[in-house]
């Protein structure tokens, strides 16, 4: 078997890492393999420490699964430099996985959120990082459609940053209003400085909408199977003689 790598964004939140951590273990153990988290910035190790962690163990290649919602910039250029530099520098034999992305899958995994945390019927603000890849920010709008389809409710998309209609606290402020309810779903892996700056604000966003604002913590564990999918894809496909 081969290893297992996740391949985060990187946060300088002093716990965002461990919560890639748990995630991270929690893939392994359904996977049955050994498995480091490794973070594109921020957080350590880098792809290439952790194919060292990996060599050390025993392992001669791992399959690398990036922890990321969106096919943009950190999909498209660093992970495959990442790749390229690890693969140079250790030896070890790296196959990329797909990433997380906003497929029917994480629909499943944010309606299981908003059912376990949400009042029935009240609508979503779906937080997402947010990106300035504006076919990447299409899919999230669809992802929100998708997610409102499965919970039969309205379902608002308002990125951290990036491209949008409604941006960051000034977007949840003008989602919330004339709401009697409303509850944030992050699309966040672990927690993050920009979740937290959301979440902080709430109050203050509660006091001047009159609305009642509850809201989700990241997805971490959730997506272990999400991860652990990932990667026997990737087996079967490097496997696959055509």
Same mark, same amino acid.
């Given at each position: 078997?081969?290893?297992?790598?996740?391949?985060?964004?990187? @946060?300088?939140?002093?716990?965002?890492?461990?919560? /890639?951590?748990?995630?991270?273990?929690?893939?392994?153990?359904?996977?049955?393999?050994?498995?480091?988290?490794?973070?594109?910035?921020?957080?350590?190790?880098?792809?290439?420490?952790?194919?060292?962690?990996?060599?050390?163990?025993?392992?001669?290649?791992?399959?690398?699964?990036?922890?990321?919602?969106?096919?943009?910039?950190?999909?498209?250029?660093?992970?495959?430099?990442?790749?390229?530099?690890?693969?140079?520098?250790?030896?070890?034999?790296?196959?990329?996985?797909?990433?997380?992305?906003? %497929?029917?899958?994480?629909?499943?995994?944010?309606?299981?959120?908003?059912?376990?945390?949400?009042?029935?019927?009240?609508?979503?603000?779906?937080?997402?990082? %947010?990106?300035?890849?504006?076919?990447?920010?299409?899919?999230?709008?669809?992802?929100?459609?998708?997610?409102?389809?499965?919970?039969?409710?309205?379902?608002?998309?308002?990125?951290?940053?990036?491209?949008?209609?409604?941006?960051?606290?000034?977007?949840?402020?003008?989602?919330?209003?004339?709401?009697?309810?409303?509850?944030?779903?992050?699309?966040? /892996?672990?927690?993050?400085?920009?979740?937290?700056?959301?979440?902080?604000?709430?109050?203050?966003?509660?006091?001047?909408?009159?609305?009642?604002?509850?809201?989700?913590?990241?997805?971490?564990?959730?997506?272990?199977?999400?991860?652990? @999918?990932?990667?026997?894809?990737?087996? @079967?496909?490097?496997?696959?003689?055509?």
């Amino acid at each position: 078997m081969q290893a297992l790598i996740t391949l985060s964004h990187g @946060s300088r939140h002093d716990v965002a890492q461990r919560g /890639v951590e748990r995630l991270t273990a929690a893939a392994a153990i359904t996977l049955g393999v050994e498995a480091v988290d490794a973070h594109l910035e921020f957080n350590t190790p880098d792809l290439a420490g952790a194919a060292e962690v990996a060599a050390d163990a025993g392992y001669t290649s791992a399959v690398v699964v990036p922890l990321l919602f969106t096919r943009a910039f950190h999909a498209t250029v660093d992970v495959p430099a990442a790749l390229r530099e690890a693969r140079a520098a250790t030896g070890v034999q790296l196959t990329l996985a797909n990433g997380l992305g906003q %497929g029917a899958d994480i629909v499943n995994v944010l309606a299981r959120r908003v059912w376990r945390d949400s009042p029935p019927s009240v609508p979503v603000i779906l937080y997402p990082v %947010g990106t300035s890849n504006l076919e990447a920010a299409a899919r999230t709008t669809a992802l929100g459609a998708a997610l409102a389809e499965k919970l039969d409710r309205e379902v608002t998309v308002v990125p951290a940053t990036g491209a949008g209609d409604l941006i960051g606290n000034p977007g949840i402020e003008a989602a919330a209003r004339d709401r009697e309810r409303m509850h944030l779903l992050p699309l966040f /892996v672990t927690d993050g400085l920009l979740l937290n700056r959301a979440t902080r604000d709430l109050g203050r966003i509660q006091d001047a909408t009159g609305a009642i604002l509850t809201h989700s913590a990241p997805l971490t564990t959730d997506l272990s199977d999400i991860v652990a @999918s990932r990667y026997r894809e990737a087996l @079967s496909e490097s496997s696959d003689p055509t």
